[in-house]
């Protein structure tokens, strides 16, 4: 099974930017469906996007839909998130996640494998 291991996390301004990286270790990484979820204290951790095992298909929550950008490269073994004009309301915990199965995944319960997480801030 692969190990995640995120990167890229830190305290950003309102309307900066962020890359967030997930790294994965295993020579299966290209069959999986990656994404990102995010959580805050006291709330349950919350879809944000997934991409597809070839990268073909991607899918965003609301809230970030036009803000975030996920993308991959299976040759590097790493997911990448892009995130644009940030919020003070994007600050959580931003987790890196794979799973085998298809749509819909936008629930914990469908994912198997679970980075660590990084931490993004963002305030003035």
């Known amino acids: 099974q692969p190990q995640l291991v995120e990167s890229g996390g830190g305290l950003v301004q309102p309307g900066g930017s962020l890359r967030l990286s997930c790294a994965a270790s295993?020579?299966?990484?290209?069959?999986?469906?990656m994404g990102w979820f995010r959580q805050t204290p006291g709330k349950e951790r919350e879809f944000v996007a997934a991409?597809?095992?070839?990268?073909?298909?991607?899918y965003y929550a609301n809230s970030v839909k036009g803000r975030f950008i996920i993308a991959r490269d299976n040759g590097k073994n790493t997911v990448y998130l892009q995130m644009n004009s940030l919020k003070p309301e994007d600050t959580a915990v931003y987790y890196c996640?794979?799973?085998?199965?298809?749509?819909?995944?936008?629930?914990?319960?469908?994912?198997?494998?679970w980075g660590q997480g990084t931490q993004v801030t963002v305030s003035s």
């Open positions: 991409i597809s095992w070839g990268g073909g298909n991607t």
């Open positions: 295993g020579r299966t990484f290209s069959s999986y469906t």
């Open positions: 996640a794979g799973t085998t199965r298809t749509w819909p995944i936008d629930t914990t319960t469908r994912w198997d494998y």
